[in-house]
């Protein structure tokens, strides 16, 4: 009785196994979700809506990835849904820097950045201020004049409290010593049209926004960009060090998951992210849509993230970007 009792139970956890395997094996067979944790439009967007059919491509087997934008609170609402999400392959999402670092160290966060598993990452888009063509402020130099003799005067939009934008704008304050009015957004699309449309003076965006923008005709001004160096897509844009202020600012943009995703389909994800990142067809993509495409497999990406983290608790403890 007992034999056949074993045999039995043998024979049951077998099906299991071999059930779970063969669907990951058949993996995906349904639509994925991509979440973008900001608004439509916006850099995450467009690389996000970019890159998708060429993950489907190297998934194979028909497979279908909806990209669904769930912005809000800087990015929160779409960090937490992805992290809150059942760890089955069937919901990935956009991390960005420094957003998905700050929130869990700021606030009380829906999320915590150990529960989510960043597979790789796609896109390092260094921070930059843009203003109207029409404006008065040529330089950085004059926007800094400007400041100095009418504090809180100038509104500097952004893409949400504690992100590179607002962390870059508070960094100016402290090295110039002065005082600018903060107007947060959901996301770069609307910051962006904020500053189009002369509601906010200055805004705080990526360089592939900016070059974008330029691109299609906006009457824009890029003051400076935050790199550690002048970027090739602009090199006659200065460099905030360059003009004195030792400010480097920028976003990495990733392809995440939950954290627990099954192996295979965990390795089957990067494997196609991956080859995805490095197709030539998408990699003109992003050149012609002025993307900086800086691709690092999951361990880099996670190192990355993880220093990031101590870098910004340790800002945070001798400068609360929140007060």
Same mark, same amino acid.
């Given at each position: 009785?007992?034999?056949?009792?074993?045999?039995?139970?043998?024979?049951?956890?077998?099906?299991?196994?071999?059930?779970? !395997?063969?669907?990951?094996?058949?993996?995906?067979?349904?639509?994925?979700?991509?979440?973008?944790?900001?608004?439509?439009?916006?850099?995450?967007?467009?690389?996000?809506?970019?890159?998708?059919?060429?993950?489907?491509?190297?998934?194979?087997?028909?497979?279908?990835?909806?990209?669904?934008?769930?912005?809000?609170?800087?990015?929160?609402?779409?960090?937490?849904?992805?992290?809150?999400?059942?760890?089955?392959?069937?919901?990935?999402?956009?991390?960005?820097?420094?957003?998905?670092?700050?929130?869990?160290?700021?606030?009380?966060?829906?999320?915590?950045?150990?529960?989510?598993?960043?597979?790789?990452?796609?896109?390092?888009?260094?921070?930059?201020?843009?203003?109207?063509?029409?404006?008065?402020?040529?330089?950085?130099?004059?926007?800094? &004049?400007?400041?100095?003799?009418?504090?809180? !005067?100038?509104?500097?939009?952004?893409?949400?409290?504690?992100?590179?934008?607002?962390?870059?704008?508070?960094?100016?304050?402290?090295?110039?010593?002065?005082?600018? !009015?903060?107007?947060?957004?959901?996301?770069?699309?609307?910051?962006?049209?904020?500053?189009?449309?002369?509601?906010?003076?200055?805004?705080?965006?990526?360089?592939?926004?900016?070059?974008?923008?330029?691109?299609?005709?906006?009457?824009?001004?890029?003051?400076?960009?935050?790199?550690?160096?002048?970027?090739?897509?602009?090199?006659?844009?200065?460099?905030?060090?360059?003009?004195?202020?030792?400010?480097?600012? &920028?976003?990495?943009?990733?392809?995440?998951?939950?954290?627990?995703?099954?192996?295979?389909?965990?390795?089957?994800?990067?494997?196609?992210?991956?080859?995805?990142?490095?197709?030539?067809?998408?990699?003109?993509? &992003?050149?012609? !849509?002025?993307?900086?495409?800086?691709?690092?497999?999951?361990?880099?990406?996670?190192?990355?993230?993880?220093?990031?983290?101590?870098?910004?608790?340790?800002?945070?403890?001798?400068?609360?970007?929140?007060?």
């Amino acid at each position: 009785m007992k034999a056949r009792r074993f045999i039995s139970s043998l024979l049951t956890s077998c099906a299991l196994l071999l059930g779970a !395997t063969a669907a990951q094996a058949a993996y995906p067979e349904k639509p994925i979700t991509m979440i973008v944790a900001y608004g439509a439009g916006g850099s995450t967007d467009v690389t996000a809506r970019m890159l998708a059919p060429f993950i489907e491509k190297y998934l194979g087997g028909g497979a279908r990835i909806v990209v669904m934008n769930r912005g809000g609170a800087g990015g929160e609402i779409g960090f937490a849904a992805i992290a809150d999400a059942t760890p089955d392959g069937y919901t990935i999402g956009f991390i960005n820097t420094p957003n998905v670092v700050t929130i869990p160290i700021e606030r009380n966060a829906r999320f915590t950045l150990d529960r989510l598993d960043p597979l790789v990452n796609v896109v390092d888009d260094p921070g930059i201020m843009t203003v109207h063509g029409d404006s008065p402020y040529k330089t950085v130099e004059d926007l800094v &004049a400007q400041a100095k003799a009418n504090p809180n !005067t100038i509104t500097l939009g952004s893409t949400g409290v504690g992100s590179d934008d607002h962390l870059a704008m508070l960094l100016l304050q402290r090295q110039a010593n002065v005082r600018f !009015t903060h107007v947060p957004f959901p996301g770069s699309a609307e910051n962006y049209r904020s500053m189009l449309g002369r509601h906010t003076q200055i805004c705080g965006q990526n360089l592939g926004e900016g070059l974008r923008g330029k691109a299609g005709g906006d009457n824009i001004r890029i003051l400076g960009v935050m790199s550690t160096q002048r970027w090739d897509m602009a090199p006659d844009l200065p460099t905030f060090k360059e003009l004195g202020y030792n400010i480097t600012m &920028a976003s990495l943009r990733g392809v995440g998951a939950p954290k627990g995703l099954p192996p295979e389909i965990r390795a089957k994800l990067i494997d196609a992210v991956t080859k995805a990142a490095n197709d030539p067809e998408f990699q003109s993509k &992003a050149r012609d !849509t002025y993307q900086p495409l800086r691709i690092l497999d999951s361990e880099a990406f996670t190192a990355e993230l993880k220093e990031l983290d101590g870098d910004f608790r340790n800002l945070w403890r001798e400068f609360p970007w929140l007060k």
